[in-house]
T-cell receptor
Framework: RKEVEQDPGPFNVPEGATVAFNCTYSNSASQSFFWYRQDCRKEPKLLMSVYSSGNEDGRFTAQLNRASQYISLLIRDSKLSDSATYLCVVNPGAGSYQLTFGKGTKLSVIP | NAGVTQTPKFQVLKTGQSMTLQCAQDMNHNSMYWYRQDPGMGLRLIYYSASEGTTDKGEVPNGYNVSRLNKREFSLRLESAAPSQTSVYFC????????????FGQGTRLTVV
């Protein structure tokens, strides 16, 4: 099993739709989790951290399920500007210097 | 607030040539990283520096060397470039290990012909 797995997509959704991405991780000791956004030919940028209780930032909601070892990202009311690749990122442990990146899920929001 | 700055942004090398990619951060972060990103492969860690004075290999270190010049700067050197090293290279920094996010530079697009 790969350390961090994501559905590569692409997800093609119309404007205004709700879309959800899932990500599974293999290391049950993983401590912290992030969603990054990467636009074409640009660097990854932090979208949001994922907390145990789940968290919301505007149209974006992230949730963590430790028992099943997956995290999710929900985007409501999709905008054209949401088109990007979304990377799931896992910190394997509190003492770890390395982050583990998923390969990303590509989202295209269509007019 | 510049964050993480990489130079150059683009480079074309001939096979066998050498070059150094430069990275500097102004956030007083302890840890710095070099990744490469290839289509379908995601981000792969080449080398990292947990703190000033230390460097460690990542997932794909062969063909590369690094130097943590000081707390701010972390360079990546290709001694003898090969076409397989054609990629986009990202430098990143984190305040420390553990539950902290990474901040990325804008990337260097390297083509080896």
């Amino acid at each position: 099993r790969k350390e961090v797995e994501q559905d590569p997509g692409p997800f093609n959704v119309p404007e205004g739709a709700t879309v959800a991405f899932n990500c599974t991780y293999s290391n049950s000791a993983s401590q912290s989790f992030f969603w990054y956004r990467q636009d074409c030919r640009k660097e990854p940028k932090l979208l949001m951290s994922v907390y145990s209780s789940g968290n919301e930032d505007g149209r974006f909601t992230a949730q963590l399920n430790r028992a099943s070892q997956y995290i999710s990202l929900l985007i409501r009311d999709s905008k054209l500007s949401d088109s990007a690749t979304y990377l799931c990122v896992v910190n394997p442990g509190a003492g770890s210097y390395q982050l583990t990146f998923g390969k990303g899920t590509k989202l295209s929001v269509i007019p | 607030n510049a964050g993480v700055t990489q130079t150059p942004k683009f480079q074309v090398l001939k096979t066998g040539q050498s070059m150094t990619l430069q990275c500097a951060q102004d956030m007083n972060h302890n840890s710095m990283y070099w990744y490469r990103q290839d289509p379908g492969m995601g981000l792969r860690l080449i080398y990292y520096s947990a703190s000033e004075g230390t460097t460690d290999k990542g997932e794909v270190p062969n063909g590369y060397n690094v130097s943590r010049l000081n707390k701010r700067e972390f360079s990546l050197r290709l001694e003898s470039a090969a076409p397989s090293q054609t990629s986009v290279y990202f430098c990143a920094s984190r305040p420390r290990q553990g539950n902290t996010e990474a901040f990325f530079g804008q990337g260097t697009r390297l083509t080896v012909v």
